[in-house]
């Protein structure tokens, strides 16, 4: 194991400049998804560096359940340990179990409410709410999704801009944009150098459905229109996990990326973008075998001397 159980707690760091480039240079939809497979990747290795941390760091501590064999000076020697970095393994542990479950608990209360209020009304796609207060996001849920819009919001609008929410939300909801920022926000939670990753792809979810939108309707300047009026009046969405047409982030970047041409869709490998995405890729590659490696290495030995 060695040293190299430690790397998937460190390489997260190779991340950041990749989310930067990405957000600013890919489609949107390549971005999301990029991002999105790299935190989710390099937040279960560095777990799993934290498991065999702890199990390997604490195997001598007094009262531990594990088997007497795996404290023997033989298994001890064969596996590279350290006892302050196990102790220090055990509270990390909890805390990212305590903030990962926080936040699985906190988007599920906020769909069973959103869900809840809805309820008294009729079972359409779209759901218009009586509120003085102006918002709107997609609500992703069974039997049916549905688009949430207050009246306030809707009377901020002009007819053509309304098309446009209504796009931007059916395209949250057809390319299921919640489960990428779920996955990056307990990404975030299990290791806070991804946090830079979660922040990127609460961006590229934007502008990916800012683009599906502006495909729809065939005028970026409606749909950039669209979300200025919004952004200057509504107040988000309920959770950050659910997405929105003025969700927070860089709303002037999202108009002057639509004021501008279509991105394209392919990446390039022979560019600096395409180099960092590659990079990202090998950091996460690199993250993942080495935490296989490490409990590969530490559950062969382990097997070994765990009496029958």
Do not use: K
Request: one cysteine or more; aromatic letters at 6%; glycine letters at 6%.
């Amino acid at each position: 194991m060695g040293l190299f159980v430690f790397l998937p707690l460190v390489l997260p760091l190779t991340a950041w400049p990749v989310a930067r480039l990405a957000e600013q240079h890919l489609h949107p939809r390549v971005a999301t998804r990029l991002l999105t497979g790299v935190a989710g990747v390099m937040a279960v290795c560095s777990t799993v560096c934290l498991a065999l941390l702890m199990v390997v760091g604490t195997a001598q501590l007094p009262g531990n359940p594990l088997p007497d064999g795996w404290s023997d000076p033989e298994v001890r020697a064969a596996v590279p340990y350290d006892g302050v970095a196990g102790r220090v393994a055990i509270p990390a542990l909890l805390a990212v179990a305590v903030a990962c479950g926080r936040t699985l608990w906190r988007h599920g209360r906020a769909r069973r409410r959103a869900h809840r209020a809805l309820a008294a009304l009729p079972a359409t796609e779209v759901a218009v709410l009586p509120d003085a207060t102006p918002y709107a996001y997609a609500l992703p849920g069974r039997p049916r999704d549905r688009i949430v819009v207050t009246t306030a919001l809707l009377a901020g609008l002009r007819p053509a801009e309304r098309r446009a929410l209504f796009a931007h939300e059916r395209a949250h909801l057809a390319d299921r944009h919640h489960r990428f920022l779920l996955v990056t926000q307990l990404a975030a939670r299990a290791n806070p150098f991804l946090r830079p990753l979660r922040t990127a792809v609460s961006y590229t979810t934007e502008r990916w459905a800012d683009e599906e939108a502006a495909q729809t309707l065939g005028d970026r300047r409606t749909v950039a229109r669209a979300i200025g009026r919004a952004a200057l009046a509504s107040r988000g969405t309920p959770a950050p996990t659910l997405a929105g047409l003025a969700a927070p982030g860089p709303v002037p970047r999202r108009v002057a990326a639509l004021l501008g041409p279509a991105p394209a869709a392919r990446l390039s490998v022979f560019t600096a973008v395409g180099v960092a995405a590659w990079t990202a890729a090998a950091g996460a590659a690199v993250s993942a075998m080495s935490s296989a490696n490490s409990a590969v290495t530490m559950m062969t030995i382990l097997y070994a001397a765990t009496p029958l």
